[in-house]
């Protein structure tokens, strides 16, 4: 059976409950029972259920892999090389999220947001001019990271980051791109191309650290090396087969990029603030403590980053799943989805966090040799990081439906402040422990403001759907 658009099927769902009786009488208690029979079996019968149950296990799978890749990669390259290039690797990383941060803002988002209402040819102009700006992001990165090469170049002590970065140069614009595919492919919740896509580019990227390990020349900049390899074929593939379907039209991208920018103009400064704020601790804890502790870092986050093919999974299908959801329901329906989605996965996050809480330390060191030992109470602190932000996954999107992205930039705010405030004391004190701690106080600040925010806004919400996006 093919899959359906999620308005299709809660579409079906609003008829099957008001459908009248046959015999053409209001019903009662008994007509009451009918209908929500008939409803139950519309829902299992045409796959709703079914549907949603395949498109997420497919989007975890899909993550899981994505998610498992980046895992594996940090294994090797903890056990094989010195901690030294563990952190380098780190740092290289941690700056590829903050790009991921910025474009997400730009570019994946609103192209998540606008391209369910779209079909056909205009589907595919919107898709070619989003390409286009992607493409523009790319290239931009590619340029301002070569710039910071040459001129970390010009110390003598820099020349090691220099190197690396004139890698991420490269690595991180094809890095870019090949996220960009899995965004557009996941916002068409064709999820199965997807994973297609993302499992073939495990296997390049595995095969390449193989080869570099048999050959005695794994390094962080090696590894970088692979991972851009890999990334630019598969994005050069999507290319070659989505050449019909790109349609590129001058004065269309500019129309495309003033909209997009419309719901684009919050979330850009709010991901500015994000990533300076989460993303640079590894920087602040080498400047403190130097690159091994953030080898040590990362390898206790490497344990953590088991629970992250769930959270990322449930954020890239919740964010389309909870726009549909408002469109077709309005903010009631909204708020319920909301509220069970981040029960449930508070409930398998909390279990997943008491179990690392005991035996974190214990699974660094056999994941990444006796090199690593005594990383308990790192991998307890971020363990609660977690936890804080995986209940504040839901509400967060849910405010994004309710076209309240100014909430991105207020929460965004509050963890910058707690970073270069409480956030340097506790890394300076406790080493890599603090930055779990002090992300989890950031994060609990925000998941407060956002969760009264989301309340308040559901509460005075009108019942037309249509009419919230007055909103923003």
Known sequence: MGLVSTPELLERVDTELTLPRADGRAGGASGLQSRWWRS?????????????????????????????????TTVILGRVCLR??????????????????????LVWMPYITHAPHRAGRRLDRYTGSVTVHMAVFCLLTALGLAVAAALTGLSASGAELSGLLGVLAVAAALMLSREYVRRVYLARLDVFRALVFDVGLAGLQLAGLGLLVLGGLLSARGVYGVIALACGLGAAGWLLVMRHRLRIRRRQVWVDWRRNWKSARWMFPAALITVAGGNVYPWILALFHGAVSVGALTAAQGVIFFANPLLLGVCNFFGPFAAHTYARGGAHRLSRAVW????????VMGLFCAVVSVWG?????????????????????????QLAQAAGIPVSFGLLALHRADYELKTAGIQLAVTFTLGLWCVERFGAAGVGYAGLVGCLAAVVVQWFAFRRIVHHAPGNPAQGEQVA
């Not at 829902?43 to 998610?67: E, I, W, Y």
């Not at 563990?86 to 803002?105: C, D, I, K, N, T």
């Not at 069970?340 to 409930?347: E, F, I, K, Q, W």
């Open 361 to 385: 330390g214990e699974l660094v060191q056999l994941i990444y040799g006796p090199r690593y030992a005594g990383q308990g109470e790192v991998v307890r602190a971020l363990a609660y990081l």
């Open 84 to 105: 030294h290039e563990l952190g380098l690797y780190a740092m290289g990383f941690s700056l590829l999220l903050m790009l991921m941060g910025v474009s997400r803002a």
């Open 40 to 72: 139950l079996r519309s829902v299992l019968d045409t796959s709703v259920l079914d549907t949603h149950v395949r498109q997420g296990g497919l989007t975890l799978l899909d993550q899981a892999f994505v998610s498992g890749t980046n895992f594996l």
């Open 340 to 347: 069970r989605s981040t029960l449930g996965l508070l409930a």
